[in-house]
């Protein structure tokens, strides 16, 4: 039931763009997308109910597909402060707050 | 004020021993939660308490008994620690089963 991200990892200079995908074998009623940086606590970012949904602003956005099995992360124009690593939690059957992560994607933003 | 805090943040111990990790809540939020992060970041739930009721209880060695004494308290008491055992805790809250804040972690090491 663990959902997959894809890539593990990615490298990006400054100012460029990154897609973080995380994937389901079934349907999900949510996607909650979190960032923790080294030693730190996962952060919330954002989390997605609805078929079809595009959430977030320019910079930092996500989409959650029709079928409620895929979602994507899109950082625009990365800053520094973007490294971490970003893992999707996943809902099944409903607002249990029983969140299954996937196995986190780590992003380094290089100068 | 931090939101979500967990005491003690680092906690070096012997195998065998018994130790506690104390989480508090100042959100108001009816649902708390202890997540465990092994070696590899993989982030996955272990009980979850709702109004001081356990809603969740994962497949978790029974030398783990949380407790709550009131919604705004969960904590974490672990008997006979293994080597296994090392790992980050996180409490986490939520208010239902919406966005989940986390709290900065625990690090256990058992020796």
Redesign the interface.
């Given at each position: 039931q663990q959902p997959v991200q894809s890539p593990q990892a990615v490298i990006l200079r400054e100012g460029e763009d990154a897609v973080i995908n995380c994937s389901s074998s079934k349907a999900l009623y949510s996607v909650?997308w979190?960032r923790?940086k080294h030693g730190?606590?996962?952060?919330?970012l954002m989390?997605l109910l609805k078929g079809g949904e595009q959430k977030g602003h320019e910079k930092i956005s996500a989409s959650f597909n029709e079928k409620k099995q895929q979602s994507s992360l899109y950082l625009t124009a990365s800053q520094l402060s973007y490294s971490g690593?970003y893992?999707c939690?996943t809902?099944i059957g409903?607002?249990?707050?029983?969140?299954?992560?996937g196995?986190?994607t780590t992003l380094q933003v290089k100068p | 004020d931090t939101a979500v805090s967990q005491t003690p943040k680092y906690l070096v111990t012997q195998m065998g021993n018994d130790k506690s990790i104390k989480c508090e809540q100042n959100l108001g939020h009816d649902?708390m939660?202890w997540y465990k992060q092994d070696s590899?970041?993989?982030?996955?739930?272990m009980f979850?308490y709702?109004n001081k009721e356990l809603?969740?209880n994962e497949t978790v060695p029974n030398r783990f008994s949380p407790k709550s004494p009131d919604k705004a308290h969960l904590n974490l008491h672990i008997n006979s620690l293994e080597l296994g055992d090392s790992a980050v805790y996180?409490c986490a809250s939520?208010l239902?089963?919406?966005?989940?804040?986390?709290?900065?972690?625990s690090w256990l090491t058992v020796v």
């Open positions: 909650h979190y923790q730190e606590a996962p952060v919330f989390i690593t893992f939690g809902e409903g607002n249990t707050g029983k969140l299954i992560f196995q986190g | 649902t939660y590899k970041k993989f982030l996955k739930i979850s709702n809603i969740i996180f939520s239902g089963g919406n966005t989940i804040y986390f709290g900065e972690g």
